[in-house]
T-cell receptor, first 110, second 113 residues
Framework: SQQGEEDPQALSIQEGENATMNCSYK?????LQWYRQNSGRGLVHLILIRSNEREKHSGRLRVTLDTSKKSSSLLITASRAADTASYFCVPNSGNTPLVFGKGTRLSVIA | DAGVIQSPRHEVTEMGQEVTLRCKPI?????LFWYRQTMMRGLELLIYFNNNVPIDDSGMPEDRFSAKMPNASFSTLKIQPSEPRDSAVYFC???????????FGSGTRLTVV
């Protein structure tokens, strides 16, 4: 198993702005997953992008994957106060448990 | 489905006492994971089961920690004896081969005083 490294560690934006979080990993993957954790709650699966995909959308979320650079990004458009949370990227190489990094702490200020 | 159910939500216990955390995975999920989260160490995988069988317990910090999964709908994580450094939020998650991603419970916040 490998963990992703999220960047930045913390991000603070105004409501309505877009938030971009980046992720890097070290070895080849089958897919990469993004999770959100609101304060005091369990993690919630947001989106999965497979290694043969370059971009994926889900509502206000847009995820990109560049396997040549071993990197991914998560864009949240038109952010809301409710988007305030920690976001984790998890590279997945196959039948091994997911390992979580430290995440990006996003604060959306109303 | 009610999701992954953990109990209790909060537990405060004295050092040296036995603590048992409980988890009910989503019906039909065949993998179950126990994680521990602290500010210092982040989210750590403790142990995981596949089809009720423990596959990897290398993340269990000490022999004071043990986990069981007697059937597909129930798992326990036991700490005996508990120590203040065990204070953390303990999460249970489940998954299956046909479902994308893990589903996490709401966690048990353990405080050992």
């Amino acid at each position: 198993s490998q963990q992703g490294e999220e960047d930045p560690q913390a991000l603070s934006i105004q409501e309505g702005e877009n938030a971009t979080m980046n992720c890097s990993y070290k070895t080849s993957i089958n897919n990469l997953q993004w999770y959100r954790q609101n304060s005091g709650r369990g993690l919630v699966h947001l989106i999965l992008i497979r290694s043969n995909e370059r971009e994926k959308h889900s509502g206000r979320l847009r995820v990109t994957l560049d396997t040549s650079k071993k990197s991914s990004s998560l864009l949240i458009t038109a952010s809301r106060a409710a988007d305030t949370a920690s976001y984790f990227c998890v590279p997945n190489s196959g039948n091994t448990p997911l390992v979580f990094g430290k995440g990006t702490r996003l604060s959306v200020i109303a | 489905d009610a999701g992954v159910i953990q109990s209790p939500r909060h537990e405060v216990t004295e050092m040296g006492q036995e603590v048992t955390l409980r988890c009910k995975p989503i019906s039909g999920h065949n993998s179950l994971f126990w994680y521990r989260q602290t500010m210092m160490r982040g989210l750590e995988l403790l142990i995981y089961f596949n089809n009720n069988v423990p596959i990897d317990d290398s993340g269990m910090p000490e022999d004071r920690f043990s986990a069981k999964m007697p059937n597909a709908s129930f798992s326990t994580l036991k700490i005996q004896p508990s120590e203040p450094r065990d204070s953390a939020v303990y999460f249970c998650a489940s998954s299956s081969d046909t479902v994308v991603g893990y589903t996490f419970g709401s966690g048990t916040r353990l405080t050992v005083v």
